[in-house]
């Protein structure tokens, strides 16, 4: 399970409430893949996962956009492998969830608390001086 911590904030309240509400989705993905692996559970979390995760990067995506944030390009591009990658699982969970679905979460956990960690952490700045709170 992931644990929320207070250096996850970047310091906007919309921003860190939707990081937070992507940790939580990860964390029921986690619920109910432990407590019964081919349930419609773990396809209905995982599917809202998903959902919530592209509408969480257009908004960042808007805001780069809108304050012509420099590593818009690169950053972009993270989002979509992401969303690639985890379309992927998706497919491959469908034979065979047990298997996949496991490292699935792994991935996700992984490369969510990194992504914010780093890559989020980049735009601070930039969004600090067009006075987004
Ligand atoms: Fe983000
Ligand atoms: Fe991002």
């Known amino acids: 399970m992931l644990i929320w911590k207070d250096d996850y904030n970047l310091g906007f309240q919309t921003i860190d409430s939707q990081?937070?509400?992507?940790?939580?989705?990860?964390?029921?993905?986690?619920?109910?893949?432990?407590?019964r692996q081919q349930s419609e559970e773990v396809r209905k979390v995982l599917e809202e996962l998903?959902?919530?995760?592209?509408?969480?990067?257009?908004?960042?995506?808007?805001?780069?956009?809108?304050?012509?944030?420099?590593?818009?390009?690169?950053?972009?591009?993270?989002?979509?492998?992401?969303?690639?990658?985890?379309?992927?699982f998706k497919e491959q969970a469908k034979e065979d969830a047990g298997r996949y679905v496991f490292s699935l979460i792994t991935f996700l956990q992984e490369w969510l608390i990194n992504h914010i960690t780093h890559s989020d952490r980049k735009y601070i700045?930039?969004?600090?001086?067009?006075?987004?709170?």
Do not use: G, M
Request: charged residues 30%; hydrophobic residues 35%; proline residues 0%.
């Open 19 to 35: 990081h937070q509400k992507l940790v939580e989705l990860i964390n029921r993905l986690y619920d109910a893949f432990i407590k």
């Open 50 to 88: 998903l959902q919530y995760t592209k509408y969480h990067f257009s908004e960042e995506e808007i805001y780069f956009r809108r304050f012509n944030f420099k590593e818009t390009l690169a950053h972009v591009k993270e989002h979509q492998e992401f969303i690639k990658r985890v379309q992927d």
């Open 125 to 133: 700045d930039c969004f600090k001086s067009n006075n987004v709170f």
